[in-house]
């Protein structure tokens, strides 16, 4: 169990997908491995899927995970939906398919039993970041379509929306600014917006810089609902294990880093993708260290 006054760890199941995709197969290795905590994603099921098989499937993981005292602390936005231009795209019939794709993701995290959803929220083409007029005219809609997104969710009982932010310049926010921006225009929504920083995308060179640094992202004092953490070298969004020997993200250094800035209470989520022609041995060996790592915040 978390203890009170330190860091709550947890884990996407983006590790899960294409392998341990059975409620009792996920819920069981990971209370394995000692956590009580997960982030489902919806790579596990899609929300287009026809609504009987979908709600019936949340169903199923939902009673897996309270059968091993599981929360479920949100569900999110996985590889298949980041793949789209999702609420920027910029045609009308694509931002319409998003906006049925987040309507089904809304209802079958309702149905998972989790108060919070989120994820990035798209991506413009090149065309659109490339003519100011455009970008604007997709910055207004998406923020029109999260008014409606949002007041969908709390009519179904969620409590909370978490935006990751991601380290592309076509995408929003992508900047400390652009959050702080974004915070005040939704405002006024149904449900309170809140951001999930990825340290990896924080640390992302390429865009940030040299200096790039977690510590920007932690001044959004209350507006940051958790971390996503993850191994990476600060040149790519690498989303490797802890082991990785590449890797430039240090779990003491990080821990205090969190002390500091007031977020020592603050969830972290372990997010890791793997080739889907690594070895499931591999996988698994690679998860468990790095878990095992991630553990010790918490202490």
């Known amino acids: 169990m978390n203890t009170a006054g330190a860091n709550p760890v947890g884990i996407n199941l983006s590790f899960a997908v294409k392998r341990w995709v059975e409620p009792e197969a996920w819920t069981a290795l ?3 491995m000692g956590l009580d905590l ?5 790579d596990l099921i899609d929300p287009l899927w026809p609504r009987a098989l979908r709600t019936t499937l949340a169903e199923q993981h939902r009673r897996a995970a309270e059968g091993q005292s599981i929360t479920i602390h949100s569900a999110f936005v996985g590889l298949a939906c980041y793949t789209y231009n999702n609420l920027l795209h910029p045609l009308p019939e694509g931002r319409e398919a998003a906006r049925l794709w987040w ?3 809304i209802e079958t995290a309702a149905e998972l039993g989790t108060a919070s959803i989120g994820g990035p929220l798209g991506g413009l083409s090149v065309r659109d970041a490339q003519h100011p007029s455009r970008r604007a005219e997709r910055l207004e809609t998406l923020h029109t379509d999260l008014f409606d997104l949002l007041e969908h969710a709390r ?7 978490l935006i990751e932010p991601v380290p592309l310049e076509r995408e929003t ?8 921006a974004l915070l005040a225009q939704l405002a006024d929504a149904a ?3 809140r951001y999930c920083v990825d340290i990896g995308h924080a640390l992302y060179r390429p865009l940030y810089g040299v200096k790039a640094s977690l510590e ?5 004092g209350d507006a940051l609902g958790l971390l996503h953490l993850q191994q990476t070298d600060g040149q790519s969004d690498s989303h490797w294990g802890l082991d990785d020997p590449r890797g430039v993200v240090k779990l003491d250094a990080l821990k205090s880093t969190l002390g500091l800035h007031g977020h020592s209470d603050l969830p972290i989520i372990l997010e890791v993708f793997y080739p889907f022609e690594a070895s499931d041995e591999f996988v698994l060996r690679d998860v468990r260290s ?3 790592q991630m553990l010790k915040l918490r202490r």
């Open 30 to 32: 990971i209370r394995e």
């Open 216 to 220: 920007p992202w932690l001044e959004l």
């Open 290 to 292: 790095s878990v095992a």
């Open 173 to 180: 926010p992508h900047t400390v600014a652009e959050a702080r």
């Open 38 to 42: 997960a982030q489902f994603s919806f």
């Open 103 to 105: 309507r089904g993701a």
């Open 191 to 193: 449900l309170p917006i």
């Open 155 to 161: 009519s179904l009982g969620l409590r909370e929306w």
